[in-house]
């Protein structure tokens, strides 16, 4: 059922102004530079607003243009994202700039339809930078968005659900008409994000609760209905702690899949019970070099979002020092504080930290 003109404008109206009154002061909201907003969305994307602060800020000072982040090397960009997790977004980001350079004379374009052409532009990202940078009518759904329509017009079905997604976009591209399109996309995130919260939202203080079919209806427990969530798969990696005089081996992985071009001590994977003599041939393999494992070092458990990682930690040698091998982009031997420029994940330099510990 599309929504009447009067239940659009009984839900935009009261919602700009709520926003007006409330929004939280955060550094992207007093800019209008697009490159600085492009970036904050890239960032807030699977990272929380209060972590998202300070990294936006340092990597804003360190690559102030997208004409500076085009032209840096993408290992600077990798090393300037370090800690964030979610590698492939600053690749895309990467990317993204050097076509803006190549194909928009180094301006970010202003339409969501020309955004959308850009690496790690998706439908989100494209309305979000066209309405708030550059006022287009551009809708956008986030999951906060998706929660608030789905309690504000009691669109059925679970989250990921087609026909569901279908619904909320073409409600977003109804709402979104009219003054100031990008706060009342700003507003309906926020309102998501602190009042139309996904566990006991704050019905009372709603600035739309009489448009809301979900409190009406008594239904605001039920909508959305819970996602059911995939079990994290098991991956265990065998990691070579490979030292030469004071330098150890590093490895830089390929720029696709997990940890894609991020740096590492060289891993393999291997079974959650691999024998010491499978671990060798996959880290021998993985090396191109003949390995030999000396002792285990320890342990090192990360849960990320699809995967419960186990690393384990080996010392080995070997016959000969491998200077590249086909598994890796690059082997590099540098010591643990030239390790410390290079882009790594959170989870790789535990794994270091816990290596250098063993080895001290
Ligand atoms: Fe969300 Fe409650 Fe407001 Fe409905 S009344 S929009 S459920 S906060």
């Given at each position: 059922m599309t929504p009447t003109a009067a239940h659009l404008a009984s839900i935009r109206t009261p919602l700009l102004g709520w926003y007006d009154r409330n929004k939280r002061d955060l550094p992207w909201r007093r800019t209008k530079d697009p490159y600085a907003i492009w970036l904050s969305e890239v960032m807030l994307q699977q990272t929380q607003v209060s972590t998202v602060i300070p990294y936006w800020e340092r990597f804003l000072a360190r690559f102030p243009t997208v004409l500076a982040l085009a032209s840096a090397p993408l290992d600077d960009v990798l090393a300037g994202w370090k800690g964030l997790g979610y590698y492939s977004r600053a690749r895309n980001l990467h990317r993204a700039a050097q076509e803006i350079v190549s194909r928009f004379g180094g301006k970010l374009p202003s339409s969501a339809e020309d955004l959308l052409s850009l690496p790690g532009f998706g439908r989100y990202t494209s309305g979000a930078v066209a309405s708030i940078a550059f006022g287009e009518e551009a809708p956008l759904v986030d999951g906060n968005v998706a929660r608030v329509f789905s309690r504000l017009f009691e669109v059925e079905g679970p989250p990921g659900d087609r026909e569901r997604e279908a619904t909320l976009w073409e409600l977003a591209t109804l709402l979104v008409k009219g003054e100031r399109p990008g706060d009342f996309n700003q507003s309906l995130m926020e309102h998501g994000a602190t009042t139309c919260r996904p566990e006991n939202p704050l019905c009372l203080l709603c600035p739309v609760r009489d448009a809301c079919g979900a409190f009406r209806a008594g239904r605001v427990d039920e909508l959305p209905p819970a996602k059911v969530r995939a079990t994290p798969k098991k991956l265990t990696l065998a990691l070579a702690v490979w030292s030469h005089a004071d330098t150890l081996l590093f490895a830089r992985r390929a720029?696709?899949?997990?940890?894609?071009g991020l740096w590492e001590l060289p891993a393999a994977e291997v079974d959650e019970d691999a024998t010491p003599e499978e671990t060798t041939l996959r880290l021998t393999a993985a090396l191109g070099a003949g390995v030999r494992l000396e002792s285990q070092l320890g342990t090192v458990k990360r849960q990320l979002t699809h995967r419960d990682l186990t690393l384990r930690l080996y010392r080995v040698s070997g016959p000969q020092r491998p200077s590249r091998s086909e598994s890796f982009q690059e082997l590099r031997w540098c010591t643990p504080t030239e390790a410390a420029a290079l882009g790594m994940s959170t989870a790789m330099q535990r794994a270091l930290e816990a290596a250098m510990t063993a080895l001290a």
């Open positions: 720029d696709s899949g997990l940890f894609g």
